[in-house]
């Protein structure tokens, strides 16, 4: 159990998991009742998938951190939600033949393996829409700042799937391997950080460096998963990086080395946050949760 002082991180993500998935099953079922199969089932499927709901928790948490409000009707959680679709449309496009040719994710069948490949694609598609709709649909100054943010980040993903792609069977300089790590992975990870405190407060209040440290922190304790983690508890297969001949920091300096690197970025966005005092709390539970995971 990875607490905090006073909070229990486990505890927090529970609670937060259900409040955005409450969210999540109401936009699926309007859209079932509307729109055509197997679509519409496909893109409750993919987003009732379970997982830790990381993203939407920082988010919460950041939010908090400032002292916004994280309630259920807030513009917050209108954030949260729509950058856990824009995830999940990633990670349904990620597992496609074309790219990782993953057949599980979250210890079931991919979407693209559940229904087919041409649904997946849409699926990945619509979740993107549908990620920028929710955002905008009372939209105001903050909520439209956070679109902006919301679409930078996606585009930076993007681009890191490129680098990731285009990267396979070569071998990459450790500054390489450190760019397409900043934009594959961290780029939501830093939009959650600082989306949580524009929905606070209309602006980042200096937390985008706590953001990239997050996210590095956190591809390389995953790229450490990949390598010595449980395929059971993780819900997907192990190894597949170096077997798709991947580039990663463990590869370059080693895992001791790797794994004390993700522990001092951890540090450092911990540190960044003495100033918000008791109420980062959470968001300090989370960054040790980032490099202390098991799945």
Known sequence: ????????????????????????????????????????????????????????????????????????????????????????????????????????????PTVHKAYDEATAVLVGDGLQSLAFR????????????????????????????????????????????????????????????????IAATGSAQGLEPVGRKLGLAFQIADDLLDLTGDAAKLGKRVRKDEAAGKATLPEIVGVAEARRRADAACDEAIALLEPLGAAAESLRALARFVVTRER
């Open 134 to 197: 929710h955002l905008l649909a009372e939209g105001d100054g903050r909520a439209a700042a956070l679109a902006g943010l919301l679409a930078e980040n996606a585009w930076r993903m993007v681009e890191g799937q490129a680098l990731d792609m285009r990267a396979q069977g070569r071998a990459l300089t450790e500054r390489e391997v450190l760019a397409l790590m900043a934009a594959k992975t961290g780029a939501l990870i830093t939009a959650a950080v600082v989306g949580g405190a």
């Open 1 to 108: 159990m990875v607490r905090g002082q006073g909070v229990d991180v486990e505890d927090f993500l529970r609670r937060v998991a259900v409040r955005v998935e409450g969210q999540l099953r109401q936009l699926a079922g309007e859209l079932k009742r509307t729109g055509p199969e197997p679509l519409c089932e496909a893109v409750e499927y993919a987003v009732l998938g379970g997982g830790k709901r990381l993203r939407p928790a920082l988010v919460m948490a950041a939010c908090e951190a400032v002292g916004g409000d994280a309630g259920d009707d807030s513009l917050a959680m209108r954030f949260a939600v729509a950058l856990e679709l824009v995830h999940t449309y990633s990670l349904v496009h990620d597992d496609l033949p074309c790219m990782d040719d993953d057949d599980l994710r979250r210890g079931r």
